[in-house]
């Protein structure tokens, strides 16, 4: 102990707290506490959608539930893949973190297939609809704020994968070609597992709460 | 930024990966068996809340690794989000008037 | 987010050639005078849209030769039509609100003087922190072009209530390309204001020197955290209402617009929204928005009162708990301004509770200025000056501010100029007053070289005196009646009679002389740039770490040395020390700590 | 310096008090039963605030100019804070805002928590960029249904009533000025036909946004005085402004229409010719 942290603790009654500056107070890279502060304010982006479309359904007498067994089933695997996707994920973080650089960048890739797997899916179903007559402005049910609800949130989730899919991309590269350090991967898992979360809520709120029953 | 090591030993094991993978996919399937049981609307919605919540925790507990990071990180995080989340419920005493007030 | 690179700050070297060193520079210092020379630009447009707009209040038939020439059919014959008052006075809320007061205070000397304060090389993610100015700049950019399509900016006022705001050009001149762009400009400024945010929590609870305890931090740091975690909260949310109100106007759907509108007999083929909806998610943001807004001049004003009373703050963590608690409450008191919007009264009611308790730690804030003064030995600098002002117009708008938050007052008063006096007075002055205090105390440090007093004194008086004979007669008008957003108030019998329009005449002139004085400032900030004598390394013999290095300082600010600090930040006249006040990193022990 | 500061913001501060105090711009006299309750809420929040501002804008004049430097070298007061002081004036601030607020709740309870009385005479207003319109249930004392696609502003369907077809509709009155009997409550259902406005006459000390696809119930009763004033002295006694408060586009600033205030008998007769001119 240096003279100076010396005096330094006399100064402090003795004691150093992990908030006494000096280093992060949680033990982490400042990317990660980066990453983890913008997922905070996107959870909250993403709340408020979802509080928007839970105040204008309940606000509605009647709202229709389209979604037969075959969207649901739809919306099921889609699930399912996102939710294989982050172990995929929480697997690429690990090889990263024992340094087995080629393991790590093949994981990132099979989770960003799921991501791109996600996608295909989801832009069929929505041509589906599309073709249902169902759109942002109208549909077959006349409660335009469907369409609406439906679109905006799970366009902008899909916006997320695929924003997704492209940082999974860069930095696969960059790892396979040691240009990132194992933080990197970690800070992406981060984003990807967050985006893996918010369908979560998606999926239930949007498909399940609008399942033709029987 | 050293610090980034500190954690490296209680990593994520594959056994508990997996678990809670399969826990998640067990959740997802409870979901969508409620969906098809003939539950009242209100109910249903709490039910499915209350699931989704469940498998939100462990996504950020397990995958996102929050369990195993200070505590400090999780007391700076959580409050703030939960009670932002918290005030934007403030907003359905009137989506529920709404119906009422309508102009019919 | 992918800032792979941002641990390389630790140990990077200053770049070279012209375009990395002062357009796209990483340097949070170059960054911090980007959003600096951005706000003032804004508040330059926005007093010249006040003056034109006072102008027009009071001589709705004068000729503007010249504003014809900037909008043929804004100003047909050089006379400024009722619809392109509205839009100046939108154009002149939105930059005020957002590219003045969310930048400079925060964007701006937070950039430049948090991390040094710190004790930090630079912010924790150099990289982003340049992303952050330059997208803040093309909403900057995408903002002011609105003025330069066919039909004007929008009028819908910078809270751009839907319908109004939604349904297009049908709601009239100004709603239709105009609004579209307002909003795109909005979403892309709270997109530069997560980043930014985020930046700064980070930066300041990672890269704290040693010794730099959170007890220890200066009131400014403080203030700077807890604006972006107010940021960071609140931004997010007038993103999502945002993106809602474009695909409104985009992309056909209703989430604001019920069923059934018929606008000049012309029926709108949305239905199912609400309009009040909007109403809750702006607010949501509108109201921790102001707040965003005064907290880091409330810093500033408390850093510089102990620095030139040569007194310790009073209260330090009361000073700091406050802050907190007005962040905390900010969250919880949106809907003052829905009480009469059909929003349900008990939320009302409750709503006011909380509105009224966050007069408390204003109420001690004030009160601990108030004890920095008492007993200390003031020097009268044009920066305590702006500091001792703000104190003094943070209270008398504070308080018109308790009229408002009480359902029942506010019936009569609610959209009337008692509001609009009400807001300039805190935000449209006292916060900005608080940006004067720290111009004129950090840019010694800034740019190496001292302000000119005399014109800075000059400048307070006039400024001083002027903003309270705009502002003060407006919560007058307010309580006779006196509607906002009015463009003229000649087709309105109780408004049209000398006893209101003299007033208002009186209120113009004072606002064409305040804002002529503006001037001063103007010149004294770019002549002593060049011109004024040379700054020393602590010209105010004040404590913080910033004043241990030179004027400017140097790329890396410590030259590679990590100061460590071994003082809170409000060491002045302590008994015993053989100066009047102690450096936070002279290891030399307070016999009174 | 410290002088020049103290004095100017002492004058700032007397000649507030003394416009506040003199009454030189104030509220029109109430002419609503809630109004003086409003009017009491008012001024026992300007005495408070009024005292707090004095005591805060004299205090702070006082100390810059006791505390300036006066280069004698005078030792400064070391001094961190003082905890019991700041919960004495945490805690006295706390009970003053509060309680004020307490005090003005059942004002606000009254306008708002509970509805008009049965007997309430019920009217509707409907605003439109940049027009009033109010419409009265007829002898029926019921309103005929609107349909959106007959709404008409060139034939004056502002409501789009189908007079021929709706026999409830028929004996609707559709009026540009809103004509009450005094001293009798009034039920006031406001509807948007476009964008938001708001209803706002400063002499009812009422105030309402019209917030399109609702329909919003306010009610007052107007005080016998109500005769005997006006909102301005170019209009004849017992005809208020009712003006629009919410920008609701350009004409935002001459969307106004007028409040009539009669004796009943006076009112039926003005009724009746309204009814005669559908
Ligand atoms: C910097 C910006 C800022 C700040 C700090 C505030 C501070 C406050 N504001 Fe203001 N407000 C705005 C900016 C701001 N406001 C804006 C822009 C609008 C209008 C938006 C629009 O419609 O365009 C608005 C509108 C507005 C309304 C809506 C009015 C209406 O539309 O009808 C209300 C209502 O409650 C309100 C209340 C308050 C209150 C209670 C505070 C409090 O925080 C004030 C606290 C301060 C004090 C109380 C004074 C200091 C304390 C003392 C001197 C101690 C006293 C001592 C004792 C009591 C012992 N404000
Ligand atoms: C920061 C906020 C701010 C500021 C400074 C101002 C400054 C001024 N404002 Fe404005 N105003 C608003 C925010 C602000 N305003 C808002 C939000 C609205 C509501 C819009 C709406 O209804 O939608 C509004 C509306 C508004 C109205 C009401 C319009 C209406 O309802 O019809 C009027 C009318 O007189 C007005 C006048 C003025 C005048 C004369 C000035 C000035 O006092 C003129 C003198 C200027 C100064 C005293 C400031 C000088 C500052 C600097 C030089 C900064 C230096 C820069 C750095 C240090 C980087 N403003
Ligand atoms: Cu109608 Cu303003
Ligand atoms: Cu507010």
């Known amino acids: 102990m240096s003279s100076h942290a010396q005096d330094l603790a006399a100064h402090e009654g003795g004691h150093e707290s992990i908030w006494s500056g000096g280093g992060s107070p949680y033990a982490i890279g400042s990317n990660k506490l980066g990453m983890w502060l913008f997922i905070v304010s996107d959870a909250i982006t993403f709340s408020a959608l979802l509080v928007a479309y839970s105040y204008v359904r309940t606000s509605t007498e009647a709202w229709p539930r389209p979604f037969e067994s075959a969207s649901v089933i739809n919306a099921t695997v889609m699930t399912l893949v996102l939710l294989t996707s982050s172990v995929t994920m929480v697997l690429g973080v690990r090889a990263a973190k024992m340094g087995i650089r080629s393991r790590a960048a ?103 709460l609008s399942a033709r029953i029987g | 930024m050293n610090a980034t090591m500190e954690h490296a030993h209680n990593e994520i094991s594959k056994k508990v990966t997996f678990t809670v993978w399969f826990s998640l996919l067990g959740l997802t399937g409870v979901e969508v068996f409620l969906a098809y049981a ?67 | 987010m992918a800032d792979a690179h941002a641990e390389a700050v630790h140990h990077h070297t200053a770049p070279t050639g012209f375009i990395r060193k002062y357009i796209f520079s990483l340097d949070h210092k170059v960054i911090g005078k980007q959003y600096y020379f951005l706000a003032l630009a804004s508040v330059f447009v926005g007093i010249i849209l006040s003056v034109l707009m006072r102008w027009h209040m009071v001589w709705p038939g004068a000729h503007m030769p010249l504003l014809e020439k900037l909008s043929p059919n804004g100003a047909p014959g050089g006379v400024m039509t009722p619809e392109y008052y509205l839009s100046l006075m939108t154009m002149h809320g939105t930059l005020m609100v957002f590219f003045v007061l969310t930048t400079a205070p925060q964007s701006g000397f937070g950039n430049y003087i948090l991390p040094i304060q710190l004790g930090a090389e630079d912010m924790a993610f150099p990289t982003l922190n340049m992303l952050s100015f330059w997208t803040t700049f093309v909403g900057f950019v995408v903002l002011l072009s609105t003025f330069f399509i066919t039909d004007g900016p929008p009028l819908s006022g910078w809270t751009a209530y839907p319908p109004l705001s939604a349904i297009g050009t049908a709601a009239g001149p100004g709603e239709g390309m105009g609004q579209t762009l307002w909003i795109v400009s909005i979403a892309i400024f709270c997109l530069g204001s997560l980043l930014g945010s985020l930046n700064f929590i980070a930066t300041t609870l990672d890269l704290r020197a040693r010794g730099l305890t959170l007890s220890r931090l200066p009131l400014t740091a403080w203030a700077w955290l807890i604006t972006a ?141 108030l004890g920095t003064l008492w007993g200390g030995r003031l020097r009268m600098t044009s920066a305590m000056l702006f500091s001792i002002g ?140 060049f011109k004024g004598g040379k700054a020393s390394e602590n010209p105010w013999e004040a404590t913080t770490l910033e004043w241990t290095i030179p004027s400017p300082p140097p790329f890396d600010n410590f030259a590679g040395k990590h100061p460590v600090v071994y003082h809170g930040a409000y060491e002045f006249g302590v008994p015993g020390a053989e100066k009047d006040f102690i450096m936070q990193d002279s290891p030399e022990i307070v016999p009174a700590e | 310096m410290a002088l020049a500061f103290a004095l100017v913001v002492a004058l700032i501060t007397v000649v507030t008090v003394y416009i506040f105090a003199a009454h030189i711009w104030w509220f029109p006299p109430s002419i609503s039963t809630h109004g003086a309750a409003v009017d009491q809420q008012f001024i026992l929040t300007l005495t408070l605030c009024g005292i707090i501002f004095v005591l805060a804008q004299l205090g702070l004049a006082w100390f810059v100019y006791k505390y300036r430097d006066r280069g004698d070298g005078r030792k400064v007061i070391y001094s961190h804070g003082n905890n019991k002081l700041e919960s004495m004036w945490t805690t006295a601030a706390a009970i003053l805002f509060i309680g004020l607020n307490l005090m003005g709740y059942r004002i606000w309870a009254a306008m708002h928590f509970t509805g008009a009385a049965p007997g309430a005479l019920r009217i509707q207003a409907q605003g439109q960029q940049f027009a009033w319109s109010f419409r009265y249930p007829g002898p029926d004392g019921q309103f005929g249904p609107t349909h959106v696609n007959l709404i008409n502003d060139a034939t004056g369907n502002f409501f789009g009533l189908d007079r021929d077809h709706d026999a409830v509709a028929k004996d609707d009155i559709v009026t540009a000025t809103l004509g009450i009997p005094v001293n009798r409550e009034i039920e006031l259902i406001l509807r948007s036909k476009d964008v938001g406005h708001s209803f706002y006459v400063r002499e009812l000390r009422v105030h309402q946004d019209l917030v399109p696809g609702l329909e919003i119930p306010i009610h007052f009763t107007t005080t016998p005085d109500a005769l005997n004033h006006s909102s301005s002295p170019k209009l004849p006694n017992g005809t208020y402004e009712i003006v629009c408060t919410q920008l609701c586009g350009l004409g935002h600033y001459k969307m106004r229409a007028f409040l009539k205030v009669m004796t009943e008998a006076d009112y039926e007769k003005w009724l009746q010719d309204q009814a005669a001119s559908q």
């Open chain 1, 106 to 208: 093949g994981w990132l890739v099979a989770t960003l297939m799921g991501g791109v797997t996600f996608d295909v899916l989801h832009l069929r179903e929505w041509f589906g609809l599309f073709h249902q007559g169902v759109t942002p402005w109208g549909n077959p049910w006349g409660t335009p704020l469907f369409g609406a609800t439906f679109f905006g949130l799970t366009g902008l989730h899909m916006t997320h994968v695929t924003i997704g899919v492209v940082y999974l991309a860069v930095v696969a590269f960059g790892t396979a070609r040691g240009k990132y350090n194992d933080e990197v991967v970690e800070v992406a898992g981060l984003y990807w597992h967050f985006v893996d979360l918010v369908w979560m809520f998606i999926f239930p709120l949007v498909y399940l």
């Open chain 2, 38 to 104: 003939q539950l009242e609307l209100k109910l249903m919605l709490t039910l499915l809340m209350g699931l989704s919540l469940i498998k939100a925790s462990l996504i950020i507990a397990y995958f996102m690794h929050l369990r195993y990071e200070r505590r400090s990180l999780i007391l700076t995080l959580m409050p703030a989000l939960l009670f932002v989340v918290g005030m934007l419920f403030v907003v359905f005493p009137d989506s529920l008037r709404i119906l009422v007030m309508k102009v019919h």
């Open chain 3, 229 to 369: 975690v107010l940021m960071l909260l609140s931004f997010a949310v007038l993103l999502a209402a945002g993106v809602l109100l474009l695909l409104d106007r985009l992309g056909g759907t209703s989430f604001f617009i019920p069923a059934g509108l018929v606008v000049s007999d012309q029926i709108i083929p949305h239905s199912g929204g609400s309009p009040l909806l909007w109403q809750h998610l702006f607010w949501f943001f509108g109201h921790p928005e102001v707040y965003i807004a005064i907290l880091p001049g409330m810093g500033m004003t408390s850093h510089i009162i102990s620095t030139f009373s040569r007194k310790p703050i009073f209260g330090y963590k009361a000073m700091v708990y406050a802050m907190m608690a007005i962040g905390f409450l900010g969250f919880m008191v949106w809907g003052h301004h829905m009480f009469l919007s059909g929003m349900s009264p008990y939320s009302g009611f409750a709503f006011s509770m909380m509105t009224m308790a966050i007069g408390v730690p204003s109420a001690i804030k004030t009160f601990n200025w």
């Open chain 3, 390 to 529: 703000f104190v003094s117009l943070f209270v008398s708008g504070g308080l018109s501010g308790l009229f408002l938050a009480q359902p029942p007052v506010d019936v009569p008063l609610h959209a009337t100029y008692f509001v609009v006096g009400h807001f300039h007075l805190v935000m449209g002055v006292a916060a900005i007053f608080g940006m004067f205090a720290g111009t004129f105390f950090w840019f010694p440090k800034m740019f190496g070289r001292m302000l000119n007093e005399t014109l800075g004194k000059i400048h307070f008086w006039i400024t001083f005196v002027g903003v309270y004979c705009i502002f003060m007669p407006m919560h007058f008008l307010g309580v006779a009646g006196n509607i906002r957003r009015y463009s003229q108030f000649t087709e309105v019998d109780f408004l049209n009679t000398p006893h209101i329009i003299d007033l208002h005449m009186f209120m113009s002139y004072a606002a064409f002389i305040t804002a002529g004085a503006q001037l001063i400032f103007v010149v004294n900030l770019f002549w002593s740039m």
